[in-house]
C-alpha cells in the first residue's frame, strides 16, 4: 500500500504558474507509475499526465500539453506537476495517484491509491 499526499496548490492569477507535489510513503513507490488527475466542480474526474516508474516515459492530456510537466524523484519519493500559463479553466481539485499497470495510463480505473487532492484556483 502507498500513501500519497498532495501540495502545493493555492490561487493564482492567470498566466502564472504553480508546482505541486505528490509525497509517497512506501517502498514500492518507485516502481509505479504515477499520473495526475482534476476535478472542477459539477464536472467528472479528468486526466491530466502520467509519468512511467522509471521517469523515462510521459504522457498528457491534449488540454494541458505544452504548458504542465509530469517528473518525477525516486530518491524522494515525490513526483511533481509544473503548470505554466494556467487558464481560469484549470481551476479544480489535482489528484496525484500510483498504479501498478503499465497500459491504459489515461484511465482512472487502471490507479487503485489516490490522494486526498489540493486545491487549485485561477482567477481571471
Known amino acids: 500500500q502507498v500513501q500519497l499526499v498532495e501540495s502545493g496548490g493555492g490561487l493564482v492569477q492567470a498566466g502564472g504558474s504553480l508546482r505541486l507535489s505528490c509525497a509517497a510513503s512506501?517502498?514500492?513507490?518507485?516502481?509505479?507509475?504515477v499520473g495526475w488527475f482534476r476535478q472542477a466542480p459539477g464536472k467528472e474526474r479528468e486526466f491530466i499526465a502520467a509519468?512511467?516508474?522509471?521517469?523515462?516515459?510521459?504522457v498528457y492530456a491534449d488540454s494541458v500539453k505544452g504548458r504542465l510537466t509530469i517528473s518525477r524523484d525516486n530518491s524522494k519519493n515525490t513526483v511533481y506537476l509544473q503548470m505554466n500559463s494556467l487558464k481560469p479553466e484549470d481551476t479544480a481539485v489535482y489528484y496525484c495517484?500510483?498504479?501498478?499497470?503499465?497500459?491504459?495510463?489515461?484511465?482512472?480505473?487502471?490507479?487503485?491509491?489516490w490522494g486526498q487532492g489540493t486545491q487549485v484556483t485561477v482567477s481571471s
Open positions: 495517484a500510483a498504479s501498478p499497470y503499465g497500459n491504459n495510463l489515461r484511465t482512472s480505473e487502471k490507479y487503485d491509491n
Open positions: 512506501g517502498r514500492t513507490f518507485s516502481w509505479l507509475n
Open positions: 509519468i512511467s516508474w522509471t521517469g523515462g516515459s510521459t
